[in-house]
């Protein structure tokens, strides 16, 4: 009789590629599964600053809480999130009280760890008039913020909701509004002075701009530059008499 034994073999667990990230960022999924130490103290931590920042509002006014620049790197975890949050914070987060919870946040999902990105990176524009403006209870932002060249130009509060796809893009340029809340920041953006313009000349056309020639050698500095054609009876092109 032939006997037949059957020496089991050690499954080696799949190796988890998410884990060498270049950021050297913990990686989500196996930090959950660890000690449930660690996630209290994060919940805690995130819901520290969001309380502080209803106690520290204003009567009637609108919280501001300002997340630290690493706060988000645990669950950053696709290339468009690790990119958007390797930007420097621009703003603090105006949001509704009691609309932001510590739970929501660590509880992973990619459309609220996005939206927090957009909302403390990015830039506050015109309403979308989407989902921000149609149902109020369900958006945390009170401003409408995008961050430009991330996630199709799509606001805070439509990704909050991973209604990027329905949020409306911005039609015309942003040229002023709050991008910075934190003190010790410029609060405008995209302003740009603009050269007058000379009114309509006979003849229907319209006038180049005029140049701003001011007092020193032309051509030192952008407001003072070299007039390369010169009017007629000008001191560089006068008037000949014969």
Known sequence: MLLIYLVPRTIRPWPNRTSHRRNNAVDFPSATAGPSSVRERMIALIQRLIDQAEQAAPYGQDPMVILPPQALDFWCSSPQSRAAQALPVQRG????????KAFQIVSGRQSYINALLIASRGVVGPPCGASCQADRTNTPFVQCVRLPGHWNGCCANCKWRDWGSHCPPVRRQITGGTRMAIPGRSDMVNTVPRAPVRPSQPGGGVGRPILLI?????????ENPIDLDPEPGSQENPYEID
């Open 214 to 222: 001011e007092d020193g050698p032309a051509g030192e500095s952008e």
């Open 93 to 100: 987060i105006y949001f509704k009280s009691g609309s932001l």
